[in-house]
């Protein structure tokens, strides 16, 4: 097994409040992981320790085998991990095309100088990322909304199109934050199988968080389960779905017993 990502003892605090309590996480490369709890749990908090928005106050990130803990967003971006948000985050006033061209900023090579004076060189290289903006445009399955304006393109589109923009760096590692937050039952299944695909044809891990079950426990191959910012469970979906500590963070107190004793009733 090869790790892609782990996270040691990762900490973030604020004021005086732990959003992130010594939080261990190991995904294989390859995978699909879910990070699950309730509302306030630190999942997006995690998320943002991982892209480098926030830098933990203790603990360690490491990315392929290399700390990253401490880096800046755009470091961390150019090593291979891009992100969506739990709101989306497009460029309302650009284009379709245009937006998923900002994903690629972290690999364009040609600099502010050559694009001042249009080089040849910038020429080529804005030719060829308007290209492969476009075979993504159509691989997210929006082809012939190039030249609309984000703002105009209905909801479950603007998911895919920023998904579209994250591939734009060509991620080893893709961290998906309530990707199906807002959609139709139509949507979401489709949802799925886009996650699905990113992972199978283009080889890229996964990392999301979700509050849809069903997207979870259908799609993960490895759940970690976190509540008032620790980690309370980890394992397969079969595992977390019968797990006592998960079920008493989601449903209170008392609730692992009853569910333990409506299974015991069904079985006889």
Known sequence: MTVLLETRRVTKIFGGLIAVNKVDIVVPEGKIASIIGPNGAGKTTLFNCISGLYKPEFGEVIFNGKPIHGMITDKIAALGISRTYQNIRLFKSMTAVENI?????????????????????????????????????????????????????????????????????????????????????????????????????LGITIILIEHDMRVVMDISDQISVLDYGQKIAEGTPKEIQSNPRVIEAYLGPGAAALSEKYRREKVQ
């Open 101 to 201: 061209m900002v994903g690629f900023e972290p690999r364009i090579k040609q600099g502010w100088f050559s694009a001042m004076l249009k080089t040849p060189a910038y020429r080529n290289e804005e030719k060829h990322v308007i290209n492969e903006a476009s075979k993504l445009l159509k691989y997210v399955g929006l082809q012939g909304f190039g030249d609309q304006l984000a703002t105009n393109l209905p909801y479950g589109a603007q998911r895919r199109l920023e998904i579209a923009r994250a591939l734009g760096n060509s991620p080893k590692l893709l961290l998906l934050d309530e990707p199906t937050a807002g959609m139709n039952p139509q949507e979401t299944d489709e949802m799925k199988d886009f996650i699905r695909l990113v992972r199978g044809e």
